[in-house]
């Protein structure tokens, strides 16, 4: 067994920085038979990240976590400066979780040559919802994790459903594109009160959390209402917006019910839209 290897097999998280180290210990582990997941994030973690690193673990022999900042992602003005970063945190929460490989690259390593001058368009499903309020941010998303899958290549990788757009578009990119990964898309974690665990929620003030937890429930009010019998999309919506309009430092960008593959509105929902 190579000594790459068998630095991989200890109880810490062996971090590697460069492209050249990360393919020396991704080999050493498939000489070895071991099945690959990743899960890629951009740090930060809290229990959403590591429910997505449980579930690599289930699945595979051995979980990869990137962690990176992506800048492609985030629009001019947004918080790419100010985004969470604790790697030695990540670190640890990391290697108590049983990942023994993390994958820590700076700009340079993962766009050497500047941005891209080509990258993963993500069509018309990439206007839809989010899309127009983040202009370029799911074309980020997309090429940052094609590049990923090109340098780790594993078996699997683990996304959040907490980012439900951005979990569509990436299996609509591996079928698409005949990406040989299977996507997996976990459970989205919440707070004790209902908010979806996120790495920017320390952005928000006690009063502004208060608040933020009337998105979860407009859309809790609509469930109730699906589960009542209640399938047509327009009174589920009106119940959302109700709900979010009753906490004041809320203002809702968009609800929508869509089909879960395509993003396209539904007038009727459905179980999974």
């Not at 590049?147 to 780790?152: E, N």
């Not at 502004?208 to 919506?237: M, Q, T, Y």
Request: aromatic share 6%; charged share 25%.
């Amino acid at each position: 067994m190579s000594a790459h290897f068998s630095s991989v097999t200890s109880s810490a998280a062996l971090v590697v920085r460069t492209r050249e180290r990360l393919a020396e210990e991704l080999n050493a582990l498939r000489r070895a038979g071991r099945s690959l997941g990743l899960v890629p994030t951009m740090g930060a973690f809290h229990a959403g990240h590591l429910s997505l690193v449980d579930r690599a673990r289930e699945i595979c022999d051995e979980t990869v976590v990137s962690v990176f900042v992506n800048r492609l992602q985030f629009a001019q003005g947004e918080d790419f400066d100010a985004y969470p970063r604790d790697l030695q945190r990540d670190l640890e929460l990391s290697a108590d979780r049983g990942v023994r490989l993390v994958f820590a690259p700076d700009d340079q390593v993962m766009y050497p040559t500047g941005e891209p001058r080509i990258g993963v368009d993500p069509g018309a499903m990439g206007q839809r919802l989010c899309g127009p309020f983040r202009p370029g941010h799911f074309r980020g998303v997309l090429t940052v994790v094609a590049k990923l899958f090109g340098l780790v290549r594993p078996e699997l990788a683990v996304f959040g459903r907490k980012d439900f757009q951005q979990a569509v578009l990436i299996r609509r990119m591996v079928h698409d594109l005949d990406l040989d990964v299977r996507i997996e898309v976990a459970p989205l974690v919440r707070d004790a009160d209902g908010l979806a665990l996120s790495s920017r929620n320390v952005y928000l003030t006690g009063d502004e959390r208060r608040d933020a937890v009337g998105l979860w429930r407009g859309l809790s009010a609509a469930e109730d209402r699906f589960n009542a019998g209640e399938a047509r999309a327009g009174r589920l919506l009106s119940t959302i917006r109700k709900v979010v309009s009753e906490h004041p430092r809320l203002r809702l960008q968009y609800a929508e019910a869509v089909d879960p593959g395509t993003l396209d509105s539904v007038s009727e929902a459905r179980e999974g839209t």
